[in-house]
């Protein structure tokens, strides 16, 4: 494929300057922000997609790899829109759909932005990187590196028994344990990895896998018309927000669409960094928060002002849901529609049902609710083990 | 749409006496036997597939259903296909590729027959349902019941904390818990069945489900071109091998493939019955036969003769693969393809390695191997948890 190595750049958020994809990159060379990702190609569809490829490859040209034919695929994307009927029923919502994001390699999301961010790693020589283990995002990452052939170590800090810490034994990766919290593992990873001379992936802070998430606008776009009025998403780190806001910016550019979807964040009332930034208020978590939601218990998601900014440039906003609420509508997906999720993926139904209250959606509205990841994936709660 | 109620019809496998579809039938009645159902449908693509609709609806016209906006579905169908490019090395075979059935509402390939068999049952106007609770079968027929709105009764008899019946619990099923074996399980929902007027499923006999799991065959030939030499699929009750088969020559006989890949099932060594059909022994299961494969722990499938003349009438076999076997591949799934399935779905590499050896699958030849579950639904076999 004769595509320049500049056809992307890496571009920081802070003061602009710009960096090529010769090595992997976090941070500004100038000013340590955060980085996005921007493409050297010209708006309209004709040169940004590839029609005849599987998966996420047929969007190729936008996103920050050399050549699809190199691409680390386990088979994610093309994942399911389908309507809720039982829950939209209980909301009476006629027209709810959901884009079921289980159907992935891994049962979550987060493999559309590992199979971007691992065929980064393997194009750049890349071949061990750490991460955190555990959760959705390590479980993904681990089952990439081990398709790509990379060594992947893992380091983790609670929960060994859990599922994800289970499968992500099964491919073969070194996991070190650490006595403390999120930060101490921090810590203990930046010291390996300075010691041993491994790449430290911090992928919740990679541009690179905001691209891979992107990829849901592109197909939402693909498989609802007209689109829906309404998006409702998730928010921890926040990078299905920030990839539907970026993917939709796109086809915007492109011609493709018109009008971006209404985009709202939905956090748990314990982790609501993103909703006291757009409400305007203080905010950090209770010495003892917790949620069922544990794929969104970040108190410091590292684009908190871009997420704004999703949120807020596509007329959408943030809601925070209490626990009792994510519980109902987890129990409801499954007994009403079958459908068996983690608890952090109900609270997009939570969210739907508060901003209906708030009259911000209308019955008539078409709302499209992101289904992040499958029930088996995370122990049911003993507080949702009651009938419903 | 105007199709009429004798678009298909259901034939005895034995007397070959034919019954209409206004009500749900698994046995013939005239001979009791097995059936098998047939359309009254000129061969040729044209009348028999619907190119617009998405997943298995496009196969509306070969389905037993009456109209595809009645379809029950929760996304199934459209299964990736993904080369195996580590667990290919290790065989030495350069082109081995894996339909990953796993990509599905609930994680294992039993979703296709039961998307039509809940669908069958609506038509109907059936409103209560009663088998098996347990294994994917359960799950995946309890999810189908409540997203149709019908009650789901289940019958159990092994392991109330596996995360299969965690799951079934989730969809507001009623179990009953049996003491005793299958057997025992199978008496206690006929006795119940005749006494409250509810229908006994027994989707393991069901006809229609067949037709669910033949979707499989379709979209190989729609993924695949050319087709692959070996098709390899693990056999229990055979629904998987059944519909590749009926699949298959339903095809040939529209034109749409000139021959059929060779169908190959994989059973354990300790519960082969299909191996000992075609290799010509009689065989019962030991005392305490077990194997890691639990998906196909089955001594008594229903229709032995035909997965038989599947295998054979296909130019394929059957072959039993040993625990040991099971388990290493298990883990170099896992560790070398980064694809983590329940121990039942390693099966079939384990089969390939042992067709390999006999010489009867070639180095350059083209295979496929069905990955029927993901492994979370399984817990880890103690004996897989060492080191690779």
Redesign the interface.
């Known amino acids: 494929m004769v595509r320049s190595e500049m056809a992307f750049e890496l571009v920081c958020t802070v003061c602009g300057f710009r960096h090529d994809g010769s090595r992997y990159r976090l941070h500004c060379d100038r000013c340590t922000g955060l980085l996005d990702i921007e493409y050297d190609l010209p708006p309209g569809t004709g040169a940004r997609t590839v029609p005849g490829l599987?998966?996420l490859c047929r969007y190729a040209p936008m996103l920050p790899i050399k050549d699809p034919a190199g691409f680390v695929?386990?088979?994610e994307g093309?994942?399911?829109?389908?309507p809720l009927h039982?829950v939209g029923r209980d909301l009476d919502l006629r027209l709810l759909f959901a884009k079921?994001e289980?159907?992935?390699?891994?049962?979550s999301f987060k493999d559309r932005g590992n199979a971007i961010q691992v065929t980064v790693l393997k194009d750049l020589g890349i071949t061990a990187a750490v991460d955190i283990a555990g959760g959705n995002a390590g479980h993904s990452l681990?089952?990439?590196?081990?398709?790509?052939?990379l060594k992947f170590i893992g380091f983790g800090y609670e929960d060994p028994q859990s599922?994800k810490i289970?499968?992500i034994?099964?491919?073969?990766a070194e996991i070190h344990w650490i006595e403390g919290d999120r930060r101490d593992c921090s810590e203990a990873m930046a010291e390996f990895c300075a010691a041993n001379g491994i790449l430290n992936l911090r992928y919740s802070q990679s541009a690179y896998f905001i691209e891979g998430q992107k990829t849901i606008a592109y197909e939402i776009a693909e498989q609802l018309d007209p689109l829906p009025d309404h998006i409702m998403a998730p928010v921890g780190n926040g990078s299905i927000l920030l990839g539907l806001w970026k993917g939709f910016r796109e086809m915007v550019e492109d011609g493709r669409i018109q009008a971006i979807p209404r985009l709202h964040a939905v956090q748990s009332e314990a982790f609501r960094p993103l909703v006291a930034v757009i409400e305007g208020y203080d905010w950090r978590p209770s010495l003892h928060a917790d949620t069922v939601a544990v794929g969104i218990r970040i108190s410091e998601p590292p684009r908190l002002a871009a997420l704004a900014s999703a949120c807020q440039g596509s007329g959408g906003t943030a809601v925070a849901v209490p626990e009792a609420s994510i519980l109902r509508w987890y129990?409801r997906l499954?007994?009403?529609?079958?459908?068996?999720v983690e608890p952090t993926s109900a609270t997009v139904i939570a969210g739907t049902a508060t901003l209906i209250q708030r009259g911000r959606i209308d019955k008539g509205d078409r709302v499209l609710t992101i289904l992040t990841g499958?029930?088996?994936?995370e122990p049911?709660p003993e507080s949702?083990?009651t009938a419903?």
Do not use: H, M, W
Not at 142 to 149: D, F, I, K, T, W
Not at 169 to 172: A, D, L, R, S, V
Not at 334 to 340: M, P, T
């Open positions: 599987p998966g695929t386990l088979g093309n994942t399911p829109v389908i039982g079921l289980y159907f992935n390699p891994t049962c681990a089952s990439y590196c081990a398709r790509a052939g599922p289970r499968a034994e099964q491919t073969g129990r499954a007994s009403s529609d079958g459908i068996f499958y029930g088996l994936k049911i949702a083990a419903n």
